[in-house]
T-cell receptor, first 109, second 116 residues
Framework: SQQGEEDPQALSIQEGENATMNCSYK?????LQWYRQNSGRGLVHLILIRSNEREKHSGRLRVTLDTSKKSSSLLITASRAADTASYFCATDRDDKIIFGKGTRLHILP | EPEVTQTPSHQVTQMGQEVILRCVPI?????FYWYRQILGQKVEFLVS????????KSEIFDDQFSVERPDGSNFTLKIRSTKLEDSAMYFC??????????????FGEGSWLTVV
């Protein structure tokens, strides 16, 4: 399976702190993506990193990829209350993407 | 920004009833998907659809499920005889070039299905 598995399952941090979520996967990938899901809402694409990339930035988001360890991390800097959500990594296989179980991030005021 | 729209946002149905969930993908997209998420669990792939036929389906997508693109804009998921375990959020998604090589897949807001 190419499923990503995130850890931690849940994370609570103070507003303004940085949040780091990790994802591990089992087989070779072409790309790894991160999505956000607010409670009861749809999935929003955040960022994609290709297998030949090691790090990518988008605003307050920083994604790293270590293909030797089959792992990725998502860092959200200077967290805000609006960042409270579940975050999923997803790997592509053929014409679909497969999601991990997600990390529930809670930003405390 | 173009978006995938889904209806209904929430449906309650009796066990054994047929349900049709509707989706309007982004207009120039050619690849369509259904995923589901049981409450508190991960998002699971159900089916992908391209060129008016199913490209791939998961083990979850058994004979009770079917998909259709009845016209140029809608993409539907039908569950013929709902079971309690079909209660979940169902997400429709679309993409212009498919998930190949990391092309973005855009998701709708989902349809909550509650089977009682």
């Amino acid at each position: 399976s190419q499923q990503g598995e995130e850890d931690p399952q849940a994370l609570s941090i103070q507003e303004g702190e940085n949040a780091t979520m990790n994802c591990s996967y089992k087989t070779s990938i072409n790309n790894l993506q991160w999505y956000r899901q607010n409670s009861g809402r749809g999935l929003v694409h955040l960022i994609l990193i290709r297998s030949n990339e090691r790090e990518k930035h988008s605003g307050r988001l920083r994604v790293t990829l270590d293909t030797s360890k089959k792992s990725s991390s998502l860092l959200i800097t200077a967290s805000r209350a609006a960042d409270t959500a579940s975050y999923f990594c997803a790997t592509d296989r053929d014409d679909k993407i497969i999601f991990g179980k997600g990390t529930r991030l809670h930003i405390l005021p | 920004e173009p978006e995938v729209t889904q209806t209904p946002s929430h449906q309650v149905t009796q066990m054994g009833q047929e349900v049709i969930l509707r989706c309007v993908p982004i207009s120039n997209h050619l690849y369509f998907y259904w995923y589901r998420q049981i409450l508190g669990q991960k998002v699971e792939f159900l089916v992908s659809f391209y060129n008016n036929e199913i490209s791939e389906k998961s083990e979850i997508f058994d004979d009770q499920f079917s998909v259709e693109r009845p016209d140029g804009s809608n993409f539907t998921l039908k569950i013929r005889s709902t079971k309690l375990e079909d209660s979940a959020m169902y997400f429709c998604a679309s993409s212009d070039q498919g998930a190949f090589s990391g092309n973005t897949i855009y998701f709708g807001e989902g349809s909550w299905l509650t089977v009682v």
